[in-house]
């Protein structure tokens, strides 16, 4: 598969570094080294496909130029438009091109997330009662450095969109709106801090912060068999899973744990996924809108602006 790298920063690099021999160009605007400043200028003839690793306000006239000329796409999240039209026009284009277009979730292939919905959908648990998700890196100071990144909703958008697709994930997409329960901007101008939530059955809460020094990840389910736990990611290890089994009337619950210490392998998991996409075409836009309506809704509340 013959790709390009559209955006060197630091998401470019690790893709460029995962696609390997299958990288013959790169693409970047103001980084030194850059094969090309444009996508246009890079000969159609030459690639088959785009890793765009770009700011969010770039991503929907790039993708359009290379679905339209029959290019796969694999975009890093979150894919935002103002209007949902635009996100619903790229979806025809991927399917009139049969061209893959695919929005870049990786978590979906954490090994304890993948446990986590293998788990669920087993109906071991029983009914689900609540599920709570944490999300904090320690990133205030450098996204508070980048001008496009500290604007908007801040970290809404940023960690927010990964839980919100983690949710999706792990139960499918929930009925009702999201709520906002706290939004803070501590260092920021935009929130880096931000608590919302889903009321219902099951409930949702979910938390994200960029100021969270350690950087950690936490997954919780309450469920009517038991509980599963989730604590931290490969990349940040060593991460856990626990189940734990309800005794009734009450006490403490038998346990058993699986504990990972390896490094993260969701990016070169998820580029295999793209190749197989490109070869079978399909997308998964269709997540992009109800997380960008998702969002959109949450920001307007916190910030009283689009994310």
Known sequence: MKTVVVGLGIQGKKRQAIARDDVVATVDTAVAGADYTKIEDVPLGA??????????????????????????????????????????????????RKAACYTAYNHRFEPHIVRMKALIESGALGQIYLLRMFYGNGTAREVKNSPWRDRGAGVLPDLGSHLL????????????????????????????HALCGLRGRPAIQLEMTLLSWRNHFVCDVFAEKGSAHIESLCKWGPSTFTRRWRKLPSGRPDEESVVLVEPDPT?????????????????????????????????????????
């Open 47 to 96: 690639y088959d496909a785009a890793l765009v690793c770009t700011p969010d306000a770039a991503k929907l006239p790039l993708l359009a130029y290379l679905l339209e000329h029959g290019k796969h796409v694999l975009v890093e999240k979150p894919v935002f438009a103002e209007n949902p039209r635009d996100i619903e026009w790229l979806i025809a284009l991927s399917k009139a």
């Open 165 to 192: 697709d983690t949710v999706d994930f792990l139960i499918g997409r929930p009925a009702g709106r999201f709520e906002v329960w706290s939004c803070n901007a501590f260092e920021n101008r935009a929130p880096d």
């Open 267 to 307: 990016w070169a998991l998820e580029y295999k996924h793209f190749l197989s996409l490109c070869e079978t075409g399909g997308t998964n836009l269709h997540n992009d809108l109800w997380i960008n309506d998702a969002l959109g809704s949450l920001a307007r509340t916190a910030v009283g602006t689009p994310a």
